[in-house]
């Protein structure tokens, strides 16, 4: 099936240099390398990578490229790719929106250069419009459109491009589109076989300025993208978590997963356990892999 996930799978949304250690030459340790990254996460239980191409305005296959794949199968660490955050689908700006077009076309590619399976994406803001409507119409045109354009500008990988799914992900700040509504919106319009939910639940938490907790933030989301997309695509969800600081105005910073903040994660576990869902989980809090190997062993705990 189109996206089904083998297995619960967690990793971090990139590695922190200064403990990014491999063993080199006599076990001494070295700084580890970018095509490193899946056996490093590998070898400390974990089994998912998100690549954060957020800042990325440019990206170009190469041989540290190619070792990355072969690495990361080789591992058997999924991929995903975080798109950059200078896609805005809802601008009001011609050009903009365009070339907004043109990085979804081209994240495509990059996803292939890194055997990636998913690429997140951010849909935008309300700005000044009212109608959200038209918003819902923009985003997912646009996500058509820069289909079809990866297509035209990478012949040779459109095939591949097949393989990939489009994730639009929930937000935390009032002032974004991303409530889990307009995100199963936004992937039941645009297709399965193209879109699926990237589910936030520290950004939902936050969205809901932390009334919303515990089962009650995590079970509803479940049971409205069964509703409304159906149950393959609740099993095999992709998950981002950590716990995150929100003012009056949603989102404000990721904390350690060790923190005060919402939202706990055992919750959500229990849930994964007791309806068999294969979701991959990827922290997305400032400690990266340490986190995630914290989420991935108290998992196995709990399962």
Not at 169 to 182: R, V
Not at 200 to 224: A, Q, S
């Amino acid at each position: 099936m189109l996206f089904e996930n083998d297995k619960i799978r967690i990793g971090p949304t990139g590695v922190k240099k200064e403990i990014f250690l491999m063993k080199g030459r006599n076990d001494i340790l070295r700084k580890g390398k970018r095509f490193e990254i899946p056996e490093y996460l590998s070898a400390m239980g974990l089994n998912a990578y998100e690549f954060s191409a957020g800042r990325m305005a440019n990206f170009s296959d190469s041989p540290i490229y190619e070792q990355f794949r072969v690495n990361s199968k080789k591992n058997d660490v999924a991929i995903s790719i975080h798109a950059p955050y200078y896609i805005s689908l809802t601008s009001e700006n011609p050009e903009i929106y365009q070339k907004s077009i043109e990085r979804i076309a081209n994240t495509y590619a990059w996803a292939v250069w890194l055997n990636a399976k998913r690429i997140v994406l951010h849909p935008g803001t309300y700005g000044k419009s009212k109608i959200k409507r038209n918003l819902t119409k923009m985003i997912v045109d646009g996500i058509n459109s820069g289909i079809i354009l990866s297509k035209d500008l990478y012949p040779k990988l459109k095939e591949k491009f097949k393989e990939i799914c489009l994730c639009p992900e929930t937000m935390g700040k009032l002032g974004q589109i991303g409530s889990a509504d307009e995100i199963i919106e936004i992937c039941s319009e645009t297709g399965p076989n193209k879109a699926r939910p990237c589910i936030d639940f520290g950004h939902l938490y936050t969205r809901n300025i932390g009334k919303i907790i515990g089962r009650n933030l995590y079970m509803p989301v479940f049971e409205k993208i069964e509703r409304d997309l159906g149950k393959d695509i609740v099993e095999n969800l992709h998950i981002h978590y950590s716990k995150i600081e929100y003012t009056g105005k949603g989102e404000k910073m990721h904390h350690s997963n060790d923190s005060s903040w919402g939202p706990n994660v055992e919750p959500l576990f229990k849930i994964i356990k007791e309806q068999g869902f294969k979701p991959i989980i990827i922290n997305e809090s400032p400690e990266l892999e340490s986190d995630a190997k914290k989420l991935m062993d108290l998992w196995k705990k709990m399962s």
